[in-house]
């Protein structure tokens, strides 16, 4: 009887937008437009819920249809209560990682795979954004941040 095992083959695929799907636990650690956000988050855009969507076009830093005009400073505390997914640019899943917070999402400080750390400005483009995919390749479920 022959002997079967199972290979992995690995490729490159192009990712065009980071999908967000977070359990914020205090929504009153942002700022919209100056004003501090109270718990129930009701400032916030992209809040569904207890959860924080939106979706990033990952190139440019830019929040996909931010509200023209919305500053935001967020300092959200989600420790692994999330799903992060990268699409292609018809918006299909190309890989999902769920747990703690990829330091792409943390390009206003270390997030220690706990937290999203951003300003937001006015266009919806994310400051200092950085290009950090690192953590949806590595196979542990450790922030790369450790």
Same mark, same amino acid.
């Given at each position: 009887?022959?002997?079967? !095992?199972?290979?992995?083959?690995?490729?490159?695929?192009?990712?065009?937008? *980071?999908?967000? %799907?977070? /359990?914020?636990?205090?929504?009153?650690?942002?700022?919209?437009?100056?004003?501090?956000?109270?718990?129930?988050?009701?400032?916030?855009?992209?809040?569904?819920?207890?959860?924080?969507?939106?979706?990033?076009?990952?190139?440019t830093g830019t929040v996909i249809?931010?509200?023209?005009?919305?500053?935001?400073? !967020?300092?959200?505390?989600?420790?692994?209560?999330?799903?992060?997914?990268? *699409?292609?640019? %018809?918006? /299909?899943?190309?890989?999902?990682?769920?747990?703690?917070?990829?330091?792409?999402?943390?390009?206003?400080?270390?997030?220690?795979?706990?937290?999203?750390?951003?300003?937001?400005?006015?266009?919806?483009?994310?400051?200092?954004w950085r290009i950090d995919l690192?953590?949806?390749?590595?196979?542990?479920?450790?922030?790369?941040?450790?």
């Open positions: 009887m022959p002997v079967q !095992i199972e290979i992995t083959e690995t490729k490159e695929v192009e990712v065009k937008y *980071l999908q967000v %799907d977070a /359990q914020v636990r205090y929504w009153e650690d942002a700022v919209i437009n100056g004003e501090p956000s109270d718990e129930s988050g009701s400032l916030v855009p992209f809040r569904d819920g207890d959860a924080w969507r939106p979706m990033i076009d990952i190139d249809d931010w509200p023209e005009g919305t500053l935001a400073s !967020i300092h959200f505390k989600v420790c692994d209560a999330g799903v992060y997914t990268l *699409l292609d640019a %018809d918006k /299909q899943e190309v890989v999902k990682k769920d747990g703690y917070v990829p330091d792409i999402l943390c390009p206003g400080g270390s997030g220690y795979g706990d937290y999203i750390i951003m300003v937001i400005d006015g266009s919806g483009r994310i400051a200092n690192d953590d949806f390749t590595q196979d542990d479920d450790q922030p790369s941040s450790f």
